[in-house]
Every structure is written in C-alpha cells, then in structure tokens.
C-alpha cells in the first residue's frame, strides 16, 4: 500500500516540474544520467523500504483496507 502512495506523491510532485528539479540535481551531484524512469523507480524503491518497516513491526496488516 505504502507503495501505491508514494507513487501517487511523485506523480503528484511531477504537476509542479519536481521531477525536473530531481533530475538535474540527481546529475549535477553524482554526474549521472537520470531519466523520469528513474523518478518513480526511486519512489517506488521509498515505498518498498516504507512496505518492508511496516512488515516487519507488524503493523502491515493493519494498514490494509478491510
């Protein structure tokens, strides 16, 4: 759930041009180049690490719907 959210804020974020500012902050300090991919790849890496904390303090099931 936790990583449907965070996709939800990057697209969100992305309505405002975040994604461009993400991008070439992301080049300009690791000389890398970086794609709107790798955007939601990386909020989607947010909300696996966000799933994987809830799991294991065992509250993952209760932030499920019913």
């Known amino acids: 759930m936790t990583i ?3 996709l939800i ?5 992305s309505w405002f041009k975040f994604e461009q500012i993400f991008i070439q902050a992301f080049q300009e300090l690791f000389n890398k180049e970086v794609t709107k991919a790798s ?3 990386i909020f989607f890496c947010i909300g696996v ?3 994987i904390t809830l799991l294991f303090n065992g ?3 209760d932030k ?3």
């Open 9 to 13: 804020i990057a697209w969100i974020l």
């Open 59 to 61: 509250t993952f099931y």
């Open 64 to 66: 499920l719907p019913s």
């Open 4 to 6: 449907v959210i965070f």
């Open 49 to 51: 690490i966000g799933d």
């Open 39 to 41: 955007y939601y790849f």
